[in-house]
């Protein structure tokens, strides 16, 4: 057999998640879930707010790591578990830490279009046209970019430490 026989034999296998990998990643989960609560209570962020995020968060988190574990082979499940990692990272802007604070702001708005990203490759977590690819990948270079070129022009502050000008109040 040839290499290019072999190759497409392994094609699209995706051997079990091992219980360890997934009730380790559930733990983590929840542990930076858990930070996510106690960062937003330190910091007064809104009650509702934090709990929407954190549920919303977890919802997404937990429903992939269960997607994963019952269907390896399907993508949805990583890219659910990723889509709620990306809302806890974006809690990081509760901080007023400088470099954990430009961390959240720059994910601040993926989790938008990682829901989006969601939708439109269930149920076999592919993007499977041209247009779904250009609006996924415009989405996520939007979302960053668009926060990258706020803070340097310093709207989250001057203390930022990407802020190059101050164009707040301009």
Excluded: C, K
Aim: proline share 7%; charged share 10%.
């Amino acid at each position: 057999l040839g290499p290019a026989v072999v190759g497409s034999s392994l094609r699209g296998r995706r051997l079990p998640v091992p219980p360890l990998v997934s009730w380790g990643t559930a733990a983590a989960v929840l542990v930076a879930a858990a930070g996510s609560v106690a960062l937003g209570l330190r910091y007064e962020i809104p009650l509702l707010h934090v709990g929407l995020t954190v549920a919303g968060a977890l919802a997404y988190s937990l429903s992939g790591v269960l997607a994963w574990t019952l269907r390896p082979r399907n993508r949805l499940g990583p890219l659910m578990l990723l889509t709620g990692t990306a809302w806890l990272v974006s809690t990081l802007s509760w901080s007023p830490d400088p470099v954990l604070l430009t961390v959240g702001q720059l994910g601040d708005l993926v989790p938008l279009v990682a829901v989006l990203h969601v939708f439109l490759a269930f149920p076999d977590g592919r993007l499977h046209g041209g247009v779904e690819r250009g609006l996924v990948a415009t989405g996520y270079a939007t979302a960053v970019g668009g926060q990258l070129v706020t803070m340097l022009l310093g709207g989250f502050g001057t203390t930022a430490p990407l802020a190059v000008v101050d164009l707040q109040d301009a």
